[in-house]
Each structure stands twice: as C-alpha cells, then as structure tokens.
C-alpha cells in the first residue's frame, strides 16, 4: 500500500539559511499535519492543514510556515535557520474528520534536518 | 500537555504477551484512546484505537475500562522487533496528535 512520501530524507543546512520540506499525503487523504521530534524528545506537533485550510496551529515558530497545495502535497518552510532546529520533521496524513469512521493518521519516514 | 501517564520502561521475553497500561482519568466523552509505537527514530506507527469497546486487529488487542479512565494494550506475542516506544494519546478524532512520554518496551530473547 501506498505511504506518506517526504523529501529530502536529509538536509543539512547552515544557520541563517532557509529549508523547504515535502510531504506527500497517501491517495485520497487530504488533512496533513506535521511533527517535529528533537534529539531525545518526543514528537511535537506543529502545523495541520484540511482542504488546503490551515486547521489547527502548535508550537510551530513565526520562523516557520507552511502550506497545503491543490493535490493535497504539503510544504513546510522554514526560516532563519538555528541550531535548535536541528530534529526529525514528520509528516503524518489521514482522511478527512467526518467522512470515515476512524482517523487515524499515517506517518512519513520524516526529514532528517541538520543545522550547522 | 499529554493527557496520558505511562510506565517509563517495560521488559518482555520473546514470544510472551506484552500489556502495557495507560491511565486516562480526564478522558472526554468524544475522545478516543490511540496507540503509535515508534522504532528507532522511524515514523511513528499507528497501532490501535477505540472509543468505549475492546478493539482487535493483526497487529494488537485494546482493553478499554467500563469507566473509560485507563486502557491496556496488549501484543498477543511479543518478538524482538516490537522493541519500541509505545505511545497511548487521547484525543478528538481529526484533531493533533499530543504525545508524552510513552512506555519504552525491550523485548528479549
């Protein structure tokens, strides 16, 4: 069966720089949400987006933003790049709230982003 | 903040049933029990989930109180590739996933 699809798998960038993130959502699911995990942390949710619609907002940085395309692929930009930055970034989708009888959201293999 | 308190640390022998508890004492009555695993530093994994009945699938069963205020979720028959941290989140359906800290399970031989 399909998966959610990110890339790059890993970047390594310098601080002050700029990163994109691309997550491809499974077939028919159209509400993304994205996550980031520090070393040694948990999973911290940042961002979701339903119908291209931001739906809901984390503790995502002003530094970060983010967007839901037409075919449903999701970007995350990030900004100003610091060292704390440095983490995993999972992308995670489901079908849409209402629509099916469970929601349960499928994670990508994530991006590995290093900050130097 | 998670909603959820979990076991830090739990051990299992291969090829023994693993249950691993979780207490939800202010769980809502529209929220759902949900259970990810995540394998070394992989995308979490979807495990389980329920509203007020036990749930089983091929993976794992789910044990929900009558009360609803703390759940089980049992691997019928653990191997060493359920080592991983077993993460128990209550929340809406459709909504951000919260997580804590979740149960580290070491399955050995």
């Known amino acids: 069966a399909a998966g959610v699809i990110q890339s790059p798998r890993h970047l390594i960038k310098e601080k002050r720089e700029t990163a994109t993130l691309k997550c491809y959502p499974i077939?028919?699911?159209?509400?993304v949400y994205w996550y980031q995990q520090g070393p040694g942390q948990d999973p911290q949710f940042l961002i979701s987006?339903?119908?291209?619609?931001?739906?809901d907002k984390g503790s995502i940085p002003d530094r970060f933003s983010a967007q839901q395309f037409s075919d449903y692929h999701s970007e995350l930009n990030m900004s100003s790049l610091e060292l704390g930055d440095s983490a995993l970034y999972f992308c995670?989708?489901?079908?849409?709230?209402?629509?099916?009888?469970?929601?349960?959201?499928?994670f990508g293999p994530g991006t590995r982003l290093t900050v130097t | 903040d998670a909603k959820t308190t979990q076991p830090p640390s739990m051990d299992c022998a291969e090829g023994r049933a693993a249950n691993l508890p979780c207490n939800h004492s202010?769980?809502?009555?529209?929220?759902?029990v949900y259970w990810y695993r995540q394998i070394h530093s992989q995308g979490p994994q979807y495990i389980i989930h329920?509203?007020?009945n036990n749930e089983t699938n091929e993976m794992a069963s789910l044990i929900i109180t009558e009360d609803r205020k703390s759940s089980t979720l049992i691997l019928p028959h653990a191997t060493l590739r359920d080592t991983a941290v077993y993460y128990c989140?209550?929340?809406?359906?459709?909504?951000?996933?919260?997580f804590g800290k979740g149960t580290t399970l070491s399955v050995s031989s």
């Open positions: 995670a989708s489901s079908l849409t709230p209402g629509l099916a009888a469970s929601y349960e959201q499928y």
């Open positions: 077939p028919r699911h159209d509400t």
């Open positions: 987006f339903y119908e291209k619609m931001q739906s």
């Open positions: 202010t769980i809502s009555g529209n929220e759902y």
């Open positions: 329920g509203l007020k």
């Open positions: 989140i209550v929340n809406q359906a459709g909504t951000a996933l919260i």
